[in-house]
């Protein structure tokens, strides 16, 4: 087993032999096998243990054979104790999720703060037929079904080529001692029930069926790997980025085919499900506008393209800008200037830089948000018009009129930065001083 480790290591590409790794121990057959094969290797290591508190005193017990284990072999242990069914409580999620969570985050937190380059968990061959039954039974798409990776992030599993079989009889061959977890019987658990239950009932039906299922997980890992070849170079031709914002042209999504994969796969970074995406297709070429939300983003379709913001926070603080300040850095990076008027002055012709009457204004400026039912008078103009039906003429979207900042005087618009200023402050012929902002980023 030994051999065929080390070649999953080299062909995987998972780690060298001189790099730092972070071995996550439970105390349980797959960890401790995985921490005498790491120790032949002769790695650096450390092992971290979670106490996540289900057991009562086994779960103190495990701790300890872990300290133990530790102990024999030199190596540093971290240990962490978690609420993790309160953890679950308060996310409304699983124990199994929870506890997935917790470990994750705290290995990840050790790897960071100690300088570990790996991080190293047992996971093996049976882990991959359970969690393709698992999620099989939950409805996934190809990614779900292509089996748990070697390697993820800073991640790796070693183990994944050995069945659990095999793992028990390198731990009877090399007199390894280890924990047995009693929830590992648990028939409550739904995992427990695929290792049990389902996985014997296939193998009654086809003897074959384990071999079977690895080879048709293996097929299915390269066909995800062909799919995201596809999706990236799809990804590169139609995502752009523009600032803070991610478009999509609706135009050339709507030659993909099918649509509902490509913009699932594509909008899968921005954690958006499957429900939503459907949803967001059906209102593709409807009244622009519609708004769509995951966890961490916004997607709106606006008239042609989709446009995906980062959600956060509403914005509704006031900067004041004195007489005499030269630059404004919060928000917005403007500078400002004085400069005396003469005839045949030439204003600039960029949206970046606006200039006004010094004498007409009144300090301090107040830069904010626009607000909704407010007015100001636009350029070229002697009525007052809505800054809303102005955005409405100009074509707007929601995320740009939602990122417009103005400039205020005396409660009255100066200007709607990058945009347009108000008729009530242009230069013209008696303007003595000469007010200039410049819009910097």
Same mark, same amino acid.
């Given at each position: ?24 121990? =439970? ?23 979670? +106490? ?14 872990? /300290? ?32 997935? &969570? ?9 790897? $960071?703060? @100690? ?21 099989? %039974? ?38 390894? =001692? ?22 014997? #009932? ?8 384990? +071999? +079977? ?18 999706? @990236?170079?799809? /990804?590169? &031709?139609? #995502? ?27 909008? /899968?970074?921005? $954690? ?41 926070? $509403? ?9 005499? $300040? ?10 400002? %200037? ?11 012709? %960029? ?91």
């Amino acid at each position: 087993m030994y051999n065929h480790f080390l070649k999953f290591i080299a062909e995987e590409k998972l780690f060298g032999r001189h790099e730092k790794l972070l071995l996550g121990v =439970s105390g349980g057959i797959d960890s401790v096998a995985l921490l005498h094969l790491i120790s032949r290797l002769g790695n650096e290591c450390a092992i971290a243990h979670c +106490n996540f508190n289900l057991r009562g005193e086994e779960s103190d017990e495990d701790e300890q054979f872990v /300290r133990n284990l530790a102990n024999e072999n030199g190596v540093k242990c971290y240990v962490n104790s978690f609420a993790t069914s309160d953890y679950a409580f308060e996310k409304g999620i699983s124990i199994e999720m929870a506890a997935r &969570q917790l470990r994750y985050e705290w290995f990840e937190t050790i790897r $960071q703060q @100690d300088h570990f380059d790996w991080i190293v968990v047992g996971h093996h061959l049976d882990d991959v037929l359970e969690t393709f039954l698992l999620n099989l %039974s939950r409805g996934t798409g190809i990614r779900g079904l292509s089996g748990i990776k070697p390697k993820a992030g800073y991640v790796v599993r070693p183990l994944l080529f050995a069945s659990r079989k095999e793992i028990e009889t390198y731990a009877d061959e090399n007199d390894l =001692s280890y924990r047995f977890d009693s929830t590992n019987d648990d028939l409550h658990y739904k995992r427990n029930k695929v290792r049990h239950q389902l996985l014997p #009932l296939f193998e009654e039906l086809n003897p074959s069926f384990r +071999n +079977n299922l690895q080879r048709t997980i293996q097929n299915l890992n390269l066909t995800e790997m062909v799919l995201r070849n596809r999706i @990236d170079e799809v /990804r590169n &031709q139609l #995502l752009k980025e523009e600032g803070h914002w991610v478009t999509l042209d609706k135009g050339k999504l709507s030659l993909l085919n099918p649509l509902s994969i490509y913009l699932f796969e594509l909008l /899968r970074p921005f $954690q958006f499900n499957a429900d939503t995406v459907e949803n967001i297709i059906e209102s593709l070429y409807g009244i622009p506008g519609n708004q769509f939300f995951s966890p961490t983003s916004r997607l709106v379709v606006d008239r042609e393209k989709l446009i995906i913001t980062p959600i956060e926070p $509403q914005n509704n603080e006031l900067y004041y800008v004195e007489a005499d $300040q030269e630059k404004v850095f919060d928000p917005i990076e403007i500078s400002l %200037s004085v400069e005396d008027y003469f005839p045949g002055y030439q204003i600039p012709d %960029s949206n970046e830089i606006a200039v006004f009457d010094l004498d007409k204004i009144n300090f301090p400026l107040v830069i904010r948000k626009w607000q909704l039912g407010e007015y100001f008078c636009p350029l070229g103009m002697k009525g007052l018009k809505k800054v809303s039906d102005f955005f409405i003429d100009e074509k707007l979207s929601i995320p740009e009129k939602e990122n417009t900042w103005v400039i205020a005087s005396d409660n009255k618009i100066l200007w709607i930065v990058g945009r347009r200023i108000d008729d009530r402050f242009k230069i013209t012929r008696h303007t003595q001083k000469i007010l200039r902002m410049e819009l910097l980023s």
